[in-house]
């Protein structure tokens, strides 16, 4: 694992980067996303974001540990993806560091619930809510809440082990 937890931040956004967009392809050419226009699909876009980011965030600390180091290298992955919040783009930065935040309280909720019972269903219930955000207004169908838990859960167990193994 990278000793320096900034660098370790900056080379999971770079994953994050390169796999991220290919499992909303992945979502997109599942059909499960309603039909719909141009910006129906950029809030998709968007939600898949804060849910992906999420599976970053889980990632690294299944591999670190929840711990200050870890704390720093989340910071790093959020600088690197989501804009510093300095400069000409601080309020799109803010903002989209806001919307992040706020699904993370509710992913972060989800994961908590039930403790060892509910982590059997931890996959289901945040896949759920993240179909609801990426389908609204429209209710989602059952099969976008299966497909995003599951692409979620693939991208925590990769990131987790691109962390470990990186050097």
């Known amino acids: 694992m990278i000793a320096d937890p900034a660098r370790r931040g900056h080379e999971l956004a770079e994953f994050y ?20 226009e141009t910006a129906a699909r950029e ?21 670190g ?9 989340i910071e790093a992955l959020h600088e690197s993806v989501l804009g510093l919040l300095e400069g000409p783009s601080r309020q799109e930065a803010a903002d989209r560091r806001a919307h992040v935040a706020e699904r993370y309280a509710e992913y972060g909720a989800i994961g908590q619930e039930g403790g060892a019972a509910g982590a059997l269903t931890v996959t289901q219930r945040l ?30 167990e990769g990131a987790t082990e691109a962390v470990r193994i990186a050097e």
């Open 17 to 36: 980067r390169e796999v991220s967009p290919r499992l909303f392809r992945d979502l997109e050419e599942s059909g499960a996303l309603p039909d719909g």
């Open 127 to 156: 896949g759920e809510a993240a179909a609801r955000h990426m389908a609204a207004p429209a209710l989602p169908g059952e099969a976008l809440a299966e497909i995003a838990g599951a692409l979620h859960e693939q991208l925590v």
């Open 43 to 63: 809030r998709a876009r968007a939600e898949w974001e804060s849910f992906a980011l999420y599976a970053c965030v889980r990632a690294l600390v299944a591999a």
């Open 65 to 73: 540990g929840f711990n200050r180091e870890t704390g720093h290298a």
